[in-house]
């Protein structure tokens, strides 16, 4: 088990950057694929972005790729979201899991992770 806190979050016009940061309490982090996924108001919760243990397999929605990149620093706990060209759509909040079992063709699947962080707003405004 691990436990997630996301930071980062915040207000952001048209074209502007943010970075999403996720920190995993526990020993074994390095072991867990992680992903990001947001859900919009009014909306079911979507996946994002997600990426394997060792940082060398990422995946990523159609809508944000070339935009959002996933990353992740193993010595540090935490798992990093840098989003650029935001638009209003990418309005959410913005949580990150973790997954014990992390498989590429399952890692848009939110029952694929194990634990999820609090959340995090992202508001992208016109």
């Known amino acids: 088990q691990v436990q997630l806190v996301e930071s980062g979050g915040g207000l952001v016009q048209t074209g502007g950057s943010l970075r999403l940061s996720c920190t995993a309490s526990?020993?074994?982090?390095?072991?867990?694929?992680m992903g990001w996924f947001r859900q919009a108001p009014g909306k079911e919760r979507e996946f994002v972005a997600s990426?394997?243990?060792?940082?060398?397999?990422?995946h990523y929605i159609d809508s944000v790729k070339g935009r959002f990149t996933i990353s992740r620093d193993n010595a540090k706990n935490t798992v990093y979201l840098q989003m650029n060209s935001l638009k209003p759509e990418d309005t959410a909040v913005y949580y990150c899991?973790?997954?014990?079992?992390?498989?590429?063709?399952?890692?848009?699947?939110?029952?694929?992770?194990?634990?999820w962080g609090q959340g995090a707003q992202v508001t992208v405004s016109s």
């Open positions: 526990g020993r074994t982090f390095s072991a867990y694929g």
């Open positions: 899991a973790a997954a014990k079992f992390w498989r590429l063709e399952r890692s848009r699947v939110a029952t694929t992770y194990d634990n």
């Open positions: 990426i394997n243990w060792g940082g060398d397999i990422t």
